[in-house]
């Protein structure tokens, strides 16, 4: 008897109560979408709102079905229950510690070798950063790596980044001062998603490296400072950068969460927030939230430290591990790392392809 939806009775997706249309969209046969780049060959929007099943089995692991409009087809039942409960080849953030293993691989297996590229990739995301070696000391070698993962994100810094110790620099980045534990480009709009440094030189005292887990901090306040943390992830800061041709403006949380209230993005460059005039007794709880979390992100517990010798590079999640280096002498030798920007959808999409 023809129905909207059908209830399945058995295997992974037993219990399920699916619709007719949601059924109808997930056709992929030739009638339906264009076998080289599998978009739709129809409009489902005007797919009749009355439209119903005729008939249904599943047979080898697919949902055989056919409609009342004449359509009929295949559909995988591990694909449905995968998109069903929201199951993605991404892997899930993990909470580290100083004390875990670096995440170093090496670039030589990562232009040759599948597996261990997918390897690094899925570390990447697990940890929000990983360490290449045996790179070309070279300039512009950061380009050439970052490509072969995705487009380079162009910004008014330009495609590609030299920080260097400089006269008159428009960035504290472009001098030899300490840089505390900060993400990239907060005021942007949106942030820049991955960034990844690469050393051609480091061979002045000082100039050491360090990486923070911002989820782990966050994680850390959610348990421990329930107050400070709710705070943080309500209260929308001003970050705001100027230069000579460009003034650059983004208004956001320091602790983003998504819709289910889960970390999302932390956004922390204490030199470039202004926190809006909130009420007196507000202010003195962002304050002290902030202060909290600035000590959290540059104590010993959370800080992972390393150098960057000539030739690795540090490819980090700019919206999730937050960096940083000490100061260092410029007189004692020249230190030189290139730096680019790439965007999530390009990891991503460059793992679910090698995982097909």
């Known amino acids: ?81 995968e998109e069903i409960n929201s199951i993605d080849v991404i892997p899930n953030k993990k909470i580290w510690s ?52 995705g487009p380079v994100r162009t910004t008014n810094w330009g495609k590609l980044f030299n920080v260097v110790s400089k006269p008159n620099p428009n960035d504290l980045a472009y001098t030899a001062l300490e840089l505390k534990s900060h993400s990239d480009n907060p005021y942007r709009k949106p942030v820049p998603g991955i960034q990844l440094l690469h050393c051609i030189a480091n061979e002045s005292v000082g100039g050491d490296s360090s990486l923070v887990d911002g989820y782990s901090v966050t994680e850390f306040l959610k348990k421990n400072h329930k107050k400070l943390y709710k705070i943080l992830t309500e209260t929308n800061v001003n970050f705001k950068f100027t230069d000579v041709d460009v003034i650059l403006e983004n208004k956001s949380k320091l602790i983003e969460l998504d819709d289910n209230g889960l970390f999302k993005q932390i956004n922390f460059s204490s030199r470039l927030d202004y926190v809006p005039n909130l009420r007196f007794e507000d202010l003195e709880i962002f304050y002290q939230a902030r ?11 959370f800080k992972i430290k390393f150098r960057l010798s000539a030739g690795m590079i540090a490819m980090f999640d700019n919206l999730r591990t937050l960096h940083g280096r000490t100061k260092f002498d410029p007189n004692t030798g020249f230190r030189h790392l290139q730096g680019c920007y790439i965007d999530h959808d390009a990891t991503e999409g460059k793992l679910r392809r090698l995982l097909k």
């Open 1 to 81: 008897m023809p129905s909207k939806s059908i209830l399945i009775p058995e295997g992974i997706l037993k219990g399920q109560n699916l619709h007719a249309l949601w059924l109808r969209e997930r056709l992929s046969g030739d009638d339906f979408v264009d076998k080289n780049n599998l978009q739709r060959l129809y409009e489902p929007s005007l797919l009749d709102d009355n439209l119903t099943i005729n008939e249904y089995k599943i047979n080898n692991n697919f949902l055989e079905i056919s409609f009342s409009d004449g359509s009929n087809g295949k559909i995988n039942i591990n694909e449905l229950y």
């Open 291 to 301: 202060k909290c979390m600035y000590e959290l992100c540059n104590s010993d517990q």
């Open 98 to 149: 100083v004390s875990d293993k670096l995440q170093i691989f090496d670039n030589n297996q990562i232009q040759e070798n599948k597996k261990y590229l997918i390897k690094m990739l899925k570390s990447f995301y697990e940890y929000g950063y990983v360490i290449i070696e045996n790179t070309k000391p070279e300039q512009n070698e950061v380009i050439n790596f970052a490509e072969k993962l």
